[in-house]
């Protein structure tokens, strides 16, 4: 073998993914690697934790929105196929927002669809396609789920001392929630012919 050769497979050789560190973590789920943000530990690994349930919902509400982005059917085709990508780019914002907040706790955030599929609270979906109605009410519900949730959550934060976790859910979470809702709300509102 050249001279070139070997070089050419010996860099090839160090690009392979390694197998063998698979296993390997730098921290366990469910730890807190303890930060100087003058929070107990105790306190940080509560709101992680409430964090990890929100950012699992979230993620599934995001999806939702793109399965009916992509799905959408009848004579409001265009509009909600609309709307349903704006409310995805939020929720997916929010996403971000949320999980970014629990590593700054120190926490570890949930990150991969099949852990999401174990976690989250919202009902699964059939995968076909589903009438407006349905795909609507499926949302609302969803939306209602991460409410109740953000609610006890944020008061939780705010008595624990968790400013910054309480703000979030609030001014983040349960605002855009809130404000969905609204837009996805009217288009169930029968409007009477004059
Ligand atoms: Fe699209």
Request: proline share 4%.
């Amino acid at each position: 073998m050249s001279t070139a050769a070997s070089k050419r497979n010996e860099i090839l050789g160090r690009a392979r993914p390694l197998k063998e560190r698979d296993g390997h973590e730098i921290q366990a789920f469910g730890t807190i690697a303890r930060l100087p943000i003058a929070l107990a530990e105790e306190v940080c690994k509560a709101s992680v934790e409430n964090l990890n349930q929100l950012v699992a919902d979230t993620m599934t509400l995001r999806d939702m929105y793109k399965k009916h982005h992509w799905q959408v059917a009848g004579p409001t085709f265009y509009p909600l196929h609309l709307l349903f990508d704006k409310h995805h780019s939020e929720q997916s914002e929010l996403v971000d927002t949320i999980a970014e907040r629990i590593q700054s706790l120190g926490g570890v955030g949930l990150a991969m669809a099949h852990d999401v599929a174990e976690t989250t609270l919202i009902p699964r979906l059939p995968r076909g396609r589903q009438p407006v109605a349905v795909q609507l009410s499926r949302l609302l519900h969803a939306h209602e789920v991460i409410l109740l949730e953000a609610r006890s959550m944020a008061r939780q934060a705010a008595s624990a001392g968790d400013d910054g976790t309480n703000d979030l859910i609030v001014s983040d979470v349960i605002r855009t929630n809130e404000l969905q809702v609204w837009f996805v709300s009217e288009h169930l509102v029968e409007v009477p012919l004059l």
